[in-house]
């Protein structure tokens, strides 16, 4: 009886479904890709980037990061955009805000600048939706924790997820030195040897989702 039970709970939520909980994905064929010239990358050690951090501090305060989950469909499993750096290092597509930009202004800013062909961010628009979560780093040098410890009253460093839907088709144009890769979410789950803090975290981030896949 409690199992009956359970299952009409879960078909009566699941009818009654937040439309703004269901995300269209569309084939990645769909979209097309192209390259443009190279960004540049400090090239800077450990130390050196320690450094940076610390003076920005200073003068800025906390660093605020903002980076972007787009989803795609591939071989009717949903994937995940990730940009891939000197064929080692995923990163989501985002990055540091100015000092007084807003959140979805610097992410739209950053994702122009590295997946669109103009680099002024009004050549295509971007519908940025909800913050989907957010790392804390307590200090320069510790790693980023999903929640901001309550002994830390000034950290270092904030990065929020935001969930990024994509229309039907779009253009993609990625500087050379960057490659963009479409990767199962699967594969992501709990990956951290590869994906690093963060990227592994996104399919529960996405749990409270229905993905509506929509063939081309």
């Given amino acids: 009886m409690s199992d009956e039970m359970g299952n009409n709970r879960v078909h009566e939520n699941g009818s009654d479904q937040d439309q703004s909980y269901v995300v269209d994905i569309y ?6 890709f192209g390259s443009k010239d190279a960004i540049p990358f400090k090239d800077e050690t450990l130390a050196d980037r320690l450094l940076r951090m610390k003076s920005n501090y200073v003068v800025h305060g906390l660093r605020t990061c903002v980076e972007a ?3 795609v469909e591939l071989f009717k499993h949903p994937h995940l955009l990730l940009l891939q ?5 995923f990163k989501l597509p985002g990055g540091r805000l100015r000092p007084g930009e807003s959140d979805i202004d610097g992410l739209k800013r950053k994702l122009t600048r590295k997946l669109s062909l103009n680099g002024d961010g009004n050549e295509i628009g971007w519908e940025v939706g909800e913050c989907l979560g957010m790392w804390w780093k307590p200090d320069f040098e510790t790693l980023l924790f999903p929640y901001l410890p309550p002994n ?15 229309p039907v088709s779009r253009k993609f144009i990625v500087p050379k030195n960057l490659k963009l890769l479409a990767v199962p979410l699967c594969q992501i789950h709990e990956n951290h040897k590869t994906y690093g803090p963060i990227i592994p975290g996104v399919p529960q981030l996405l749990s409270k989702f229905a993905f509506n896949i929509i063939d081309s």
Avoid: D, G
């Fill in 69 to 71: 989950v787009i989803l």
């Fill in 152 to 166: 830390v009253k000034q950290p270092k460093e904030c990065t929020k997820l935001f969930l990024v839907k994509l």
């Fill in 85 to 89: 750096i000197r064929n080692s290092i």
């Fill in 27 to 32: 084939p990645l064929s769909n979209y097309y």
